[in-house]
């Protein structure tokens, strides 16, 4: 995770550690201690100058725990029995909306660390994911599947659907779902509090769309099939403008490697990787053409833009953390 500052980045490993870089001399510069795996950190912004920030983590073990960007802690979170999944604040900072695999969501008070509310899933389920609207009207849990909207003041189901993979559509800032691809080739983005499908897209049969991301201004969609091919559209056509990598090696089930595909801030350029490949690939987004290929020494995991688009990272199984500067 890149800060809000672009001053540093934090990376999680497998031994229960945090550690914060500085992001331009790729030197230490803190380190979060845990008593046990985390398995998600997001940043809370203090003040508009990105200057601070706190950072919250969920565990495998259940807890989370709130840090300053100095590396103390200020509170912990106590109630799951089982991964904390993610998490989400609501837009005032007042609170925070916490799924794990015990089957629940619960809300917490930030400021004093108290459970104000535990929440079960209908279907009886792993909670993957929890995500305010932006208006704090409702807030959405997706259960294996399964999203469910709940109102945000009584804390009560008032609808769901079928979906996975939350995510805030930029410019508009709507929390959207994606469908799973359909026989009829196709699967759709959902605008969540009123279940309208806003965009659908059109795919071959041999295509299993596994991951997906817009570009920030919301003018593209890329969807990853999970091994070799990476489809491309203009998010006002429902036909791929373009296929990326190797269109002949088609992933056809879920047991597929998974790939990261992210596009820069300005949305002109995007970087894709594969688990089971050591390398990165940057594209032109308007045109289709890959423009570089960058060489590791192990597979990559994951590849980000810095918020500002100046630096993109990467994750390797090797542990190593690889990063550029983005010069046009």
Not at 113 to 139: H, I, P, R, W
Not at 207 to 225: C, H, R
Request: with cysteine; aromatic share 10%.
């Amino acid at each position: 995770e890149i800060s809000p500052n672009d001053r540093e980045f934090l990376v999680v490993d497998g031994a229960g550690y945090v550690r914060k870089y500085d992001l331009l001399t790729g030197k230490i510069v803190g380190q979060l201690e845990f008593t046990t795996e985390v398995s998600d950190v997001e940043f809370i912004l203090v003040n508009e100058e990105f200057s601070e920030y706190s950072i919250l983590a969920g565990y495998w073990g259940g807890q989370m725990r709130l840090w300053e960007h100095d590396g103390q802690m200020v509170r912990k979170f106590e109630g799951h029995n089982n991964r904390v999944s993610g998490v989400s604040f609501n837009s005032d900072l007042a609170q925070v909306i916490s799924a794990s695999d015990d089957f629940t969501a619960k809300i917490w008070d930030i400021q004093t660390g108290s459970l104000l509310k535990t929440l079960n899933c209908s279907v009886n389920n792993f909670v993957q994911m929890a995500m305010y609207s932006e208006k704090n009207d409702v807030f959405v849990l997706e259960c294996m599947g399964r999203i469910e909207i709940w109102d945000t003041k009584t804390w009560t189901q008032i609808d769901s659907m079928d979906g996975y993979d939350l995510q805030k559509l930029h410019p508009e800032e709507l929390l959207v779902s994606l469908f799973p691809l359909g026989q009829d080739g196709r699967f759709t983005i959902t605008n969540i509090p009123d279940k309208k499908e806003i965009y659908e897209f059109l795919l071959s049969d041999e295509y299993i769309v596994l991951n997906a991301s817009f570009s920030s201004d919301g003018q593209w969609l890329a969807a990853a099939d999970g091994q070799s091919t990476i489809m491309v559209w203009d998010v006002g056509n429902p036909t791929p403008k373009y296929y990326l990598l190797e269109e002949g090696m088609r992933c056809t089930d879920m047991e597929c490697q998974q790939q990261s595909v992210t596009f820069s801030p300005d949305g002109d350029l995007l970087a894709s990787a594969s688990e089971d490949r050591n390398v990165v690939r940057l594209w032109a987004v308007e045109s289709g053409k890959q423009i570089m290929t960058l060489d590791l020494r192990n597979n990559v995991n994951t590849v980000a833009f810095s918020p500002d688009g100046r630096y993109l990272i990467a994750g390797c199984d090797d542990g190593r953390i690889y990063i550029w500067s983005v010069i046009r």
